[in-house]
Every structure is written in C-alpha cells, then in structure tokens.
C-alpha cells in the first residue's frame, strides 16, 4: 500500500511562493491518479489541483488556476504543488491523496490514500 508524506509547507506573507512536495513509498505510484486537498480552519476539505499519472492532464479549481501548478515525477515517486501569488485565503492544511480511478476526481471518497498534511499560512 502507497503512504503519502507532504512537506514544504510554513509561513509565507501574501504574494509570496511554496512548493509543496507529496512522497510516496511502498506502492506503484505511477498508477495513481494524484490530488492535492486542503482545509481550512472551520471548513471543510475543497479540492485543489489534480493530475493524471502520466502528468499530462491536470485539473484546477477555479480559485487557484493560474497561480498553483501541479505536476509529478514518477522517476522520484513525487507529486508536487507550486503555489505562486498565495493569498491569505490560502492559509489551510494541504493534504495530497492518492486515486485508483482514471480520471481526476474533485470529491474526497474518490481519494483513498491521504497523506497527514502540512500547514500553509500566508500573512496580510
């Protein structure tokens, strides 16, 4: 079974950058439809940004499109979200999470991996 470790997240002030990276281990990566999630405080889990497993079909939701890029690299097992321009509305604990399907799903029960997170707050 895959397990999922993020990292990069921290404190970053508004308009500033992040590169978040997902590892994982022990599974087929490559067959794996991967999706970065996050929560805000009192509220709850949104999509974020997905990607096929060969990296070239990605998904964005409308908030973050044109500002955050995911990609992957299978060679190193590793998915990965640049956020650029963050905004204090951003401030969440990022999750990645990993999907047998074949498609990018935007809903958590399509997800069946889930890393622990890693917390992103961005300052005014």
């Known amino acids: 079974q895959v397990q999922l470790v993020e990292s990069g997240g921290g404190l970053v002030q508004a308009g500033g950058s992040l590169r978040l990276s997902c590892a994982a281990s022990?599974?087929?990566?490559?067959?794996?439809?991967m999706g970065w999630f996050r929560q805000a405080p009192g509220k709850e889990r949104e999509f974020v940004a997905g990607?096929?497993?060969?990296?070239?079909?990605?998904y964005y939701t409308d908030s973050v499109k044109g500002r955050f890029t995911i990609s992957r690299d299978n060679t190193k097992n590793t998915v990965y979200l640049q956020m650029n321009k963050l905004e204090p509305e951003d401030t969440a604990v990022y999750y990645c999470a990993a999907s047998g399907r074949l498609y990018i799903g935007t809903y958590e029960r399509e997800y069946v991996i889930w890393g622990q997170g890693t917390q992103v707050t961005v300052s005014s």
């Open positions: 022990g599974g087929t990566f490559s067959s794996y439809v």
């Open positions: 990607i096929t497993w060969s990296g070239l079909t990605t």
